[in-house]
């Protein structure tokens, strides 16, 4: 009592409301599921959530084919978006940066994607990639290019290229504004005593450029790893996972495991291993971002 | 950089003005697509071969998806935005002041398990949706919240506090704290002088982080769709799915309603796009 | 009244003590300033007395009232901050009027002190600018404006002067001292800069390390440092310090310094033959025949050719060897002198200063 009195009690008070509402949504959940990935839990028996099973919904997730494509697909999903998202808007950030006239305009426009629901990403290419009256199909037809109908959703690399168009669509704007604006910070001086020191292009960028960039390339992915489980609405639009799994990512056969199956036990324990590959990711990038940072003289 | 575009070759230079005219193409026209659709009749949407210059723009496939056509049953669009509105405003505000008062008080003070908190509230934010779907359904249905307004709020509120936070730290510790023993020194109390001087500072930044939030609730699927159920909760984005699960995929009213859920996320970035862009870039970069 | 007085106050920041159990008395009205190398603590004991960092220990009273567990608002004080702080929402009129809208005076009672307070510090020119679109001596002075128009008992400065050009601080400096005449306040003025300390004080506290090294009117300072820290610290240029060791020679004790040059020391130093001290004298006290402040009776000569002169207009420092070390004298009224010419200097014993090299102490009575 004495001690919520004193002054050292102020920020802790402050944080009270938000430390309350994390327990309340995201640690007791996170609790409950980590109890139910060690029981036969099923939605439609409620008594089956004191069934205790042990590791079992963990081996047969390990032995199950299903749960390894989603696996891998995922992190080839997380990687793949990631790192191409990240060099074209490198690179459309390096050009807009050059285009004097109308940068304003420029970023305004790439600030469309960032608004879209991934829900209404995911609807706006279901369409375009649609077969019958997509946008695309119909372009290629008038052009001559096809004679036939390219099924892009239901073909397997077909499908799978589309998902990650669509992602990189929603999200590569997100690091071209962020590295527009690091490339904005960049001082002059540095690049001007390199020129004078004989660099050319290249050597500028990449000697002097690319290092002043690394913090907003590392905050940038780290924002983005924050959040890139939100591409399974997209997805769910989309194809659902399918057809026949062709697509399927950890977080759609979670969702079907654990709603359309009932078998809420072994989908809380893949949802836990979607949760560690997110935190992986999300960490990997912050250490990168704080060595980066203090690569760049300590700048906090 | 001006400088340096005097060292271009002309042709350099229009390569560079083709290859930003390509990217901004292919940013704009898949939305400006679904737009359009929107405003089209059914005919010509499923035409084939396509028509590509609409001959005639119609608001038939917004008066569809609000029930007004005798051809098809409405969809409880009105319900669905009026839920969203709630549910996003409220959580928004809400997060807002939480949010708010734990980057200040990550920004001002120092104490015991800061480092921990600080890292513990991001990666509360790490947890995909999807993943925590799972086990607040269970909780949720075990306390009555499953399908409610206020469930959802409570979630997004968990969802936007921690950015929040992030955000509010960063801006705050780009006010001087001499400002605010200025104005103690000046009689304030702590508190007075909060509200008077450094709120006022803030206020660009807690409007992007308003905004930020907003989006982020007004966007959400992967929580809405397994914590909704009737109009009684449902938000837009769920709404959406109501069309796929008819048999003949309904584009024009699917468009339609896509635009009716773009609309207000577009007004407000482009209010607010200055401050947007400074919160996105530099809570990380100086925080 | 408005004294302040602090005794023995301590801060620590968790474990470690920056400040070791201070003792000062400020008199009603009185100009004092605190100075000392950077990081020794004043900023940190000024900020106790305004009441925004919490005492580890000890007392603080303003006007006879002990504040510890006041906050800031209730102890009647003002204070410049080195920033300035000024509240870049505002406009000039709302910075000086800010702290009288808290305390809920009228309008037109905000507007009278206000405009007296622009009136005083020229302000009336920028009264509805915001601060960003000041220049830095405008600044200055609106944050000044700022603690006057409050009258309050204690003013508190914490190197007000330092981000202005040389110019403009001498400028300032004096319209300080103005300032203070008129609106007779209760001082503490921390600086760093001795010339600030000497000019503006009516008494200087030295600290370093969060010691109290001596307590002083300027003179008693410049003439009497306490120990060598102070007499190092305060003079520009700074004071000659030589190590010696006393030997006697006719029957009289002298400092024999590390060349084998003995200087005659003072009849009231206590010292013992063999002692470790430190002479120490004033580029004032060094001057070439001819050419010094006061005169030329004892003082002891020497021929020394100059390593650098350094030509200042009304005097010029010349660089010279004395005890194996550079030492610096000082040419009033000066002819041209270049390096390497040689010139008979004389040492004024008289203003020698003697020190205990292993205390520090000084060992004139
Ligand atoms: N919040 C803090 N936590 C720990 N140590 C601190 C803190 N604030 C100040 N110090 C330490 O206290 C000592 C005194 O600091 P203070 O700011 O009073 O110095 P100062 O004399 O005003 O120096 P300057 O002339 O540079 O302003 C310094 O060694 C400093 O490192
Ligand atoms: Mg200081």
Not at chain 1, 15 to 33: F, H, Q
Not at chain 1, 158 to 180: D, G, Q
Not at chain 2, 1 to 15: D, F, G, I
Not at chain 3, 172 to 191: A, C, D, N, P, S
Request: contains cysteine; charged residues 15%.
């Amino acid at each position: 009592m004495k001690f919520l009195r004193s002054p050292r009690a102020t920020p802790y008070l402050l944080l009270l409301p938000a430390i309350v509402v994390i327990l309340a949504v995201v640690l007791v959940p996170l609790l409950v599921s980590f109890w139910t990935s060690f029981t036969g839990y099923t939605l439609t028996k409620p008594a089956t959530l004191f069934q205790f099973v042990g590791l079992r919904n963990y081996q047969r997730l390990l032995g199950n084919a299903d749960f390894w494509w989603a696996f891998a697909r995922t992190i080839m999903f997380i990687t793949i978006a990631l790192n191409l998202e990240l060099v074209l808007g490198l690179g459309l950030a390096l050009l807009i940066n050059k285009i004097t006239w109308g940068q304003r305009t420029l970023r305004t426009i790439m600030m469309f994607p960032m608004m879209f629901s991934p829900i209404l990403v995911g609807f706006q290419f279901k369409y375009l990639f649609n077969d019958a009256v997509g946008l695309v199909n119909n372009a290629l037809f008038d052009l001559g290019l096809i004679h036939e109908p390219i099924a892009w959703l239901v073909e397997a690399g077909l499908a799978n290229f589309s998902i990650i168009f669509a992602e990189m669509w929603m999200s590569t704007s997100v690091f071209a504004i962020l590295l527009l604006a690091g490339l904005m910070a960049l001082p002059k001086e540095p690049i001007e005593a390199a020129r004078v020191d004989g660099c050319n292009a290249w050597q500028v960028f990449r000697h002097i450029t690319l290092p002043f960039l690394m913090p907003f390339i590392y905050i940038a992915l780290t924002i983005r790893s924050l959040d890139v489980a939100r591409a399974y609405d997209m997805v769910k639009i989309m194809t659902n996972g399918g057809p026949a799994q062709r697509t399927e990512l950890l977080w759609t056969l979670m969702t079907r495991v654990g709603y359309q199956n009932s078998q809420m036990g072994m989908a809380n324990a893949m949802g836990y291993i979607s949760i560690i590959v997110s935190i992986a990711f999300t960490v990997f990038y912050y250490r990168k971002l704080t060595s980066a940072r203090a690569f760049m003289g300590g700048a906090q | 950089m001006s400088a340096s575009l005097t060292m271009e070759k002309p042709w350099q230079r229009w390569l560079i003005r083709f290859g930003v005219f390509v990217a901004m193409v292919i940013l704009v026209v898949p939305g400006a697509w679904v737009v359009l659709t929107a405003f089209r009749p059914n005919i010509e949407i499923l035409a084939r071969p396509a028509v590509w210059i609409p001959h005639q723009l119609t608001l038939r496939n917004f008066q569809g998806i609000f029930g007004l056509l005798t051809t098809q049953p409405g969809l409880p669009v009105v319900q669905y935005f009026i839920n969203s509105l709630v549910i996003s405003v409220t959580s928004t505000v809400v997060a807002l002041a939480i949010g708010m008062m734990g980057g200040y008080a990550f920004a001002r003070y120092r104490f015991r398990g800061k480092g921990a908190l600080f890292l513990g509230f991001m990666l509360s934010r790490t947890v995909p949706g999807v993943a925590l779907s799972l086990p607040l359904f269970i909780v949720w249905a075990r306390i009555g919240l499953i399908d409610t307004e206020l469930g959802l709020i409570i979630v997004y509120l968990a969802i936007n506090v921690p950015f929040t936070i992030w955000l509010t730290d960063g801006f705050f510790r780009q006010i001087p704290v001499d400002l605010s023993e200025a104005a103690q020194i000046d009689g304030c109390t702590r508190w007075q002088a909060f509200w008077r001087v450094e709120f006022p500072l803030a206020r660009a930044g807690l409007a992007s982080a308003a905004i930020f939030a907003f989006l982020t609730s007004w966007n959400e699927f992967a929580l809405a769709s397994q914590l909704s159920r009737t109009t009684a909760s449902k938000t837009l984005p769920v709404g959406l799915l109501d069309f796929t699960a008819q048999f003949n995929v309904d584009w024009a009213g699917m468009s339609a309603l896509a635009v009716l859920i773009i609309i207000p996320a577009l007004v407000l970035t482009f209010v607010v796009q200055k401050q947007l862009i400074a919160g996105l870039t530099f809570g990380g970069v100086k925080g | 009244m408005a004294n302040v007085s602090l005794k023995k106050v301590v801060k620590r920041y968790g474990r470690e003590e920056v400040v070791h159990g201070i003792d000062l008395e400020v008199a009603h009205n009185e100009f004092v300033v605190l100075v000392g190398p950077s990081g020794c603590g004043k900023s940190t004991t000024l900020r106790m007395v305004a009441g925004l960092e919490d005492i580890s220990d000890g007392l603080i009273e303003i006007g006879g009232r002990v504040v510890n567990a006041l906050p800031p608002r209730s102890r009647n004080i003002s204070m410049v901050f080195q920033s300035y702080a000024l509240y870049p929402h505002m406009t000039v009129r709302e910075n000086l009027g800010f702290g009288l809208k808290i305390a809920k005076q009228s309008d037109s009672e905000i507007k009278k002190r206000v405009d007296e307070a622009a009136d005083i510090l020229g302000l009336e020119p920028y009264m509805e600018r915001l601060p960003q679109h000041l220049s830095g001596g405008q600044r200055q002075r609106v944050a000044m404006g700022r603690a006057i128009v409050r009258n309050p008992d204690v003013f508190l400065f914490d190197e007000p002067l330092s981000n202005l050009d040389a110019k403009l601080r001498g400028q300032m400096r004096v319209e300080i001292k103005k300032l203070h005449q008129r609106v007779k306040t209760t001082v503490i003025y921390v600086t760093h800069d001795q010339v600030e300390a000497m000019t503006l004080a009516d008494r200087i506290v030295i600290m370093r390390d969060g010691y109290v090294e001596q307590v002083g009117t300027p003179s008693d300072v410049f003439d009497r440092p306490a120990n060598v820290f102070v007499a190092g610290f305060i003079g520009s240029p700074p004071m000659n310090l030589l190590d010696a060791v006393v030997a006697s020679a006719g029957g009289r004790p002298v400092g024999r310094l590390i060349d084998g040059v003995d200087v005659p020391l003072p009849g009231d130093v206590a010292v013992r033959e063999g002692q470790e001290i430190v002479i120490g004298f004033r580029p004032e006290s060094f001057a070439p025949r001819g050419y010094s402040l006061h005169g030329a009776e004892n003082s002891l000569a020497m021929t020394r050719p100059v390593l650098i002169a350094e030509p200042l207009g009304t005097e010029t420092i010349l660089f010279a060897e004395l005890g194996g070390r550079e030492v610096q004298g000082k040419m009033l009224n000066p002819r041209v002198v270049k390096a390497g010419e040689t010139l008979e200097f004389t040492l004024d014993l008289a203003r020698l200063h003697v020190f205990d090299k292993a205390s520090g102490k000084s060992l004139r009575g």
